[in-house]
């Protein structure tokens, strides 16, 4: 199905479409909003345009499409086996990114980033890591485009999910955990919690420090900020026109699970735009785990994306920056914070939170795995979970989408701790 729809040619800027202003990121130190200057010791020149960004149609430059072609478009598939499984109406698709090169979506950001970064002639690039999927995911577009790259990975991912970290070492990159010693931001945490399991707030400060500290370098983010959503709409935008050659009108729910939001941002994003154009009424629902609930418990405020309050101020949905989460096996949802321009979207009625409890994200990621064959990543049988459960409620069929952001396959230590009854 997906072989007849082409690789989009530009991303979709839904900062330029809504009917209200996304509030400006603001300087932490002047709480003016944020200019390009501000950014430019942090971020390559082409990302902070795009940050700042109000056109709808952003062009993706073809060094970019050329690397997205190896893997996109990716399946929309029909899991009719999962909707027998569920004995629902309804018809559900899943959106799987788990084909990418290193088996999820964060490759179409990370590629992008990389781009951006070569063409600036910057010889390093740092970044955090949870469950290594950004860490990973940016070394490999860091070998394609003869970039250094160090990585803060989570501590408690650290030493539960090494694959993802022996992956980031074979594609060229070096990982330290966080806390690290390495970084003031580090030491501080290390000082006053020993033990941590660290979060990703603070491998952000350890990542954005190192960075400002050497010239050459650049500081890279795996979700939350403007850009990195913009390039996820590749996901959203084939979805779109997937589900139209698949005979369907409109999708009804889109459900994803939301870390820092990108994936599910991606996705919706470009299903907003048919709402926002009078062609749909697709109802979004971003799915969070009850031990990070941003956007169901959070505030709406003005907060740092890390926990020394290095970076800008983001108007989020947030825990607050030193909210350390339990350490869940999702560890890509394990963030204090929501993408600003989902947030935003949340804010103007959009999109719904949900939270999800760990062990009925594995209990419904078990069901699509032995109906469908894919064994989902932690943080995407979030989504599942919720979507199996709305699917379960129906008398009448509906089209349900889900965002499989990824899979699981170096993630099975965690099944098996929860098929042998560990997690509770
Ligand atoms: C497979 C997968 N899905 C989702 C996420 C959450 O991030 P985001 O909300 O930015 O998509 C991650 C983060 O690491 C991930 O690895």
């Known amino acids: 199905m997906s072989d007849s729809i082409a690789v989009p040619t530009h991303w979709y800027n839904i900062a330029g479409d809504l009917p209200v202003a996304p509030p400006p990121h603001l300087h932490p130190g002047t709480r003016e909003p944020i200019a390009a200057d501000d950014l430019a010791p942090l971020f390559a020149s082409g990302l902070i345009e795009q940050e700042l960004s109000t056109e709808t149609d952003i062009e993706i430059p073809e060094p970019i499409r050329e690397v997205y072609g190896t893997y996109r478009t990716t399946p929309l598939i029909r899991a009719r086996s999962f909707e027998k499984a569920l004995a629902t109406p ?69 030493d539960s999910k090494p694959y993802r970290r022996f992956l980031i070492e074979t594609y060229g990159g070096t990982v330290h955990p966080s806390p690290s010693e390495l970084t003031e931001a580090g030491r501080k945490v290390l000082a006053e919690l020993p033990d941590t399991p660290g979060s990703l707030g603070i491998a952000v400060s350890e990542a954005v420090e190192v960075a400002i500290g050497d010239a050459a370098a650049r500081y890279t983010l795996g979700s939350v900020l403007n850009h990195v959503v913009l390039h996820q709409t590749v996901i959203g935008l084939e979805a779109v026109d997937q589900l139209r050659a698949a005979g369907e009108t409109q999708a009804d729910v889109v459900f994803g699970c939301a870390g820092g939001g990108s994936n599910l941002a991606g996705l919706a994003f470009p299903f907003i735009r048919e709402v926002l154009r009078d062609r749909a009424d697709t109802r979004i629902v971003a799915v969070e785990p009850a031990a990070c609930p941003s956007i169901t418990q959070g505030e709406y405020r003005y907060d740092h994306g890390d926990i020394v309050g290095l970076t800008p101020l983001l108007k989020m949905h947030t825990l607050g920056q030193d909210f350390i989460p339990d350490p869940i096996h999702a560890g890509g949802l394990r963030y204090h914070g929501m993408a600003p321009l989902l947030s935003h979207t949340v804010e103007l009625g959009y999109v719904r939170g949900q939270a999800v409890e760990q062990t009925d994200a594995f209990a419904a990621a078990v069901t699509f795995a032995r109906a469908e064959g894919i064994v989902p990543a932690p943080e995407s049988s979030h989504a599942i979970a919720a979507a199996a459960e709305y699917a379960r409620s129906l008398s009448e069929p509906e089209v349900i989408v889900i965002g499989l952001s990824g899979h699981g396959q170096l993630d099975l230590p965690a099944y098996h701790s929860y098929l042998s009854g560990e997690l509770g």
């Not at 469950?131 to 490999?140: K, N, R, T």
Request: net charge positive; aromatic share 14%; proline share 1%.
């Open 90 to 158: 309804a018809r559900i698709y899943v959106k799987y990114e788990g084909v990418s090169p290193v088996g999820s979506h964060k490759v179409n950001s990370a590629v992008a980033q990389a781009y951006y970064n070569s063409i600036d002639g910057v010889a390093k690039l740092t970044t955090e890591t949870g469950a290594g999927q950004w860490g990973s995911a940016l070394a490999f577009a860091c070998a394609k485009f003869g970039i250094d790259l160090e990585v803060w990975q989570v501590r408690a991912s650290y």
